[in-house]
T-cell receptor, first 112, second 109 residues
Framework: KAGVTQTPRYLIKTRGQQVTLSCSPI?????VSWYQQTPGQGLQFLFE???????NKGNFPGRFSGRQFSNSRSEMNVSTLELGDSALYLC???????????FGQGTRLTVV | KNEVEQSPQNLTAQEGEFITINCSYS?????LHWLQQHPGGGIVSLFM???GKKKHGRLIATINIQEKHSSLHITASHPRDSAVYIC???????????FGTGTRLQVFP
């Protein structure tokens, strides 16, 4: 059974650009959550999707958005990138909310 | 003050030692997670618990809801246990995840 797949693994963007990250959950999982990890702030919750609906959202500006498709794959988008958006972005999938979560390897985004 | 506090921040041990990592939180929760993160970023979920105690191999996690405290124990530690261990709580009303800052564990042979 394939694990959670995040693409791309590494990304370099310049300030002001936008970026889209992808997360394919484990087959059968309908819940996908996104997290940002930085050395200064640690792990922070971005948002959670379940059955194509945003179920929960962390305290991030509107430049951060996401969506989930009917096959449970999810994307997150960051517009007007800032240097401070450089981070490891992790996604996790679970069968449904508040059940065991399985994490992807993350996408390391560097904004220059 | 962070809503989720972990101690210690760093921990060094000799192979075979018994390890304890602590997590205290100040919010109402519905569940608590213990996560393990190895260098390179990959995160593994170790436990999700809402009461009592869970055991998996050499790992034991306990939670005391009244005292708002959880512990992760590693028995007979091994160098491959070297990682960052992160506690995360699911807030009761909003179902949001709040993370602790992590405990960096190094186990030497």
């Amino acid at each position: 059974k394939a694990g959670v797949t995040q693409t791309p693994r590494y990304l370099i963007k310049t300030r002001g650009q936008q970026v889209t990250l992808s997360c394919s959950p484990i087959s059968g999982h309908r819940s996908v959550s996104w997290y940002q990890q930085t050395p200064g702030q640690g792990l922070q919750f971005l948002f959670e999707y379940f059955s194509e609906t945003q179920r929960n959202k962390g305290n991030f500006p509107g430049r951060f958005s996401g969506r989930q498709f009917s096959n449970s794959r999810s994307e997150m988008n960051v517009s007007t990138l800032e240097l401070g958006d450089s981070a490891l972005y992790l996604c996790a999938s679970s069968f449904e909310p508040n059940t065991e979560a399985f994490f992807g390897q993350g996408t390391r985004l560097t904004v220059v | 003050k962070n809503e989720v506090e972990q101690s210690p921040q760093n921990l060094t041990a000799q192979e075979g030692e018994f390890i304890t990592i602590n997590c205290s939180y100040s919010v109402g929760i519905s569940a608590l997670h213990w996560l393990q993160q190895h260098p390179g970023g990959g995160i593994v979920s170790l436990f999700m618990l809402s009461s009592g105690k869970k055991k998996h191999g050499r790992l034991i996690a306990t939670i005391n809801i009244q005292e708002k405290h959880s512990s992760l124990h590693i028995t007979a530690s091994h160098p491959r246990d070297s990682a960052v261990y992160i506690c995360a709580v699911v807030t009761y009303n909003t179902d949001k995840l709040i993370f602790g800052t992590g405990t960096r564990l190094q186990v030497f042979p």
